[in-house]
């Protein structure tokens, strides 16, 4: 009995060491992972991205002439160069830009990874591969256009997105902003005078100022494939609450400031990779945009385009619940308002001496002007539109230097003040939010 058990045994052992040399043999060789000297390759032309973002650069204007949209345009080449190959391959990143000199043209194009291999700087006697960040000329225009005029921005997003098509689209606009300005300016010779709110500043001809009306930049963004996920106003001023409402129906959210942002801009190499999160990309910019100012911030430095340690204040409008805010607004108004009071008691966002506008704290103005019962429920819905709103203590005001954020949150509101601003006063009952919030119930 024990021979045959033992016979029975090594024919086991003996059938295992088959079977596991056997499998071992068959195994596929591990994934070696990306050729280190290989640069991935971005989207084919007219393929299905992930994602498809444009950055549109208005810097026809003094903005280019100090430099500001090139050093953006650096670390938006950064931020490629170091992207995660996998996020790369699968996404697009677009950039317009329409330059102060006469002698650049506008243009469109798609950045895009270049590798080299060269000898190692380390060890000459190994290989590296070097990559570089290069511009993929999509279109380039042979005569000066006006960025501002909204036909112009939807010539730019139909080249842009019949070539690059993607699952889900990104818009940012790049230029001066006024949240809310009536404005009398003029875009070419079919523009009318009348006033308007604008977006972008083209000094096209150099003796025009042209200018973007709110309404009609909403109505070209609209002619997008898909509603944004997201739209990032570098641009100061842009985080009013009239201005995103006329927005609503173009993105899902609302990425800027509510008073004068950082002269540098967003921080491209940071943010540009949140661009591309597969879910709350919105969220995920505005922490990076903010925490690099955060990080910079020193009240008691001089701030400088070069050295920003001025601060900065960032929030996100999710569009989808302002229709719920402007219904809760209009149910919950009280009927009269002391005008003088609101002027003197509600935080404005707007330092500026001698082109003030006014952009004052929505929630202190909301809280002096609601009914009383109304308070609670007016707040939960305006914490559900804010998702996300961050400022450092102090922010920085061109025309006046450093100035507190204390008690402030986040989004602006206009106030009428009647005298010399009758006609901006009379402009703003025009905007959809004064109708659909029932602001004439003040008395406005």
Request: hydrophobic share 35%; with cysteine; aromatic share 12%.
């Amino acid at each position: 009995m024990l021979i045959k058990n033992l016979h029975f045994y090594l024919w086991f052992f003996f059938c295992m060491t088959v079977l596991v040399s056997c499998s071992k043999d068959n195994d596929p060789d591990p994934d070696p992972g990306p050729d280190p000297h290989v640069v991935p390759d971005p989207p084919p032309h007219g393929s299905v991205a992930e994602r498809t973002v444009l950055i549109y650069i208005g810097g026809d204007n003094e903005l280019d002439t100090k430099g500001l949209p090139a050093a953006d345009l650096d670390e938006m080449k950064e931020a490629i160069k170091t992207m995660d190959a996998n996020l790369y391959s699968h996404n697009n990143l677009l950039v317009f830009y329409d330059q102060y000199s006469e002698s650049l043209r506008p243009k469109l194009y798609r950045l895009i990874k270049k590798g080299k291999v060269e000898p190692s700087k380390a060890d000459p006697s190994k290989k590296e591969l070097v990559i570089t960040t290069e511009e993929e000329l999509i279109y380039e225009y042979s005569h000066e256009i006006t960025f501002t005029n909204p036909s112009v921005l939807k010539e730019v997003m139909d080249m842009a997105f019949d070539e690059f098509p993607a699952k889900s689209y990104g818009f940012v606009y790049w230029s001066h902003g006024e949240g809310w300005l009536p404005a009398k300016s003029k875009i070419m010779a079919i523009r009318s005078l009348t006033p308007f709110r604008w977006m972008g500043f083209d000094k096209n001809n150099r003796s025009d100022n042209f200018k973007s009306e709110i309404n009609e930049l909403a109505d070209a963004l609209k002619q997008a494939p898909k509603k944004f996920d997201f739209i990032l106003f570098d641009a100061c001023f842009m985080l009013s609450l009239e201005s995103s409402y006329e927005l609503r129906d173009c993105a899902d959210y609302i990425i800027s400031s509510p008073t004068e942002t950082p002269g540098p801009g967003a921080p491209y190499s940071d943010v540009v990779p949140m661009m591309f999160s597969s879910s709350q990309a919105a969220i995920k910019m505005a922490e990076a945009y903010f925490k690099y100012y955060n990080d910079k911030y020193n009240p008691n430095v001089r701030t400088t385009n070069s050295n920003w340690t001025g601060g900065v204040s960032l929030g996100v409008l999710d569009c989808t619940k302002l229709a719920k805010l402007a219904d809760v607004t209009k149910a919950n108004l009280s009927t009269s308002s002391n005008l003088n009071s609101l002027l003197n008691e509600v935080f404005d966002y707007d330092k500026r001496p001698n082109s003030h506008v006014g952009y004052y704290d929505m929630v202190q103005l909301m809280e002096k002007v609601l009914k009383p019962t109304g308070v609670e429920e007016w707040m939960k819905a305006f914490n559900d539109a804010l998702p996300y709103w961050k400022t450092t203590p102090k922010n920085y005001s061109s025309l006046i230097g450093m100035f507190s954020m204390e008690g402030t949150h986040g989004v602006s509101h206009y106030i009428p003040s009647g005298g010399s601003t009758a006609i901006t006063d009379a402009d703003y009952q025009k905007t959809a939010w004064y109708k659909d919030a029932g602001l004439s119930q003040l008395g406005w």
